[in-house]
């Protein structure tokens, strides 16, 4: 799915509890995760995101994790094991053409798309991919990169979401990091 892609040692980087310390992942996800959900963590890569939402769903929700290179799920597979959450963990990994997901429709309550749109090569078919996978009345939160992604190329990020079905929600960013909320409305 990727034009470019995140190398592995990068995947370190990312992971690294330093991180934390100005990008909380319970902080920014609880709004929208609670126990029980079926979350979805796409461009999971070592799980920064993965792990502590596996801990906010708890034993009864799920969370899949998708990624393209086999080596970061091998990696967020051995840290989950460490922290006993493989009960609550499926990784997969996905095709550049394809995220994995046919077997999942409506089944997320929410998706995180965090630092990956930007690394598709059709924004259009990956967003729609989620829309299917999301429950109606679930929630899709999309965060880019400020330096990797214009205020431009976020809007036309955001256009192409809600011409999938999404309904934007919020969007706001700053130089560091662009978000939107999205959420899939039940049609009448």
């Not at 998708?66 to 095709?95: G, P, T």
């Not at 999942?104 to 967003?127: T, Y």
Request: glycine share 6%.
């Amino acid at each position: 799915m990727a034009d470019h892609v995140c190398p592995v040692w990068v995947g370190y980087l990312l992971a690294s509890p330093l991180r934390k310390l100005f990008d909380n992942p319970r902080k920014r996800l609880s709004p929208y995760i609670s126990r029980g959900m079926t979350v979805i963590d796409v461009g999971c890569a070592m799980g920064f995101f993965s792990l502590p939402m596996a801990e906010m769903v708890g034993p009864d929700g799920r969370v899949i994790c998708i990624d393209l290179q086999e080596k970061m799920v091998q990696k967020l597979y051995r840290k989950a094991k460490k922290k006993n959450l493989l009960n609550s963990i499926e990784a997969r990994v996905c095709r550049h053409d394809s995220l994995n997901v046919d077997d999942l429709d409506n089944a997320a309550d929410f998706v995180l798309a965090a630092a990956v749109v930007h690394e598709v090569q059709d924004a259009a078919s990956f967003l729609a991919e989620l829309y299917g996978v999301i429950k109606d009345g679930g929630k899709l939160l999309v965060v880019e990169p400020g330096g990797h992604v214009s205020e431009k190329d976020f809007r036309a990020t955001v256009n192409t979401a809600v011409k999938c079905g999404f309904t934007l929600l919020d969007s706001s960013g700053t130089r560091r990091r662009r978000k939107a909320l999205f959420q899939k409305i039940p049609e009448k």
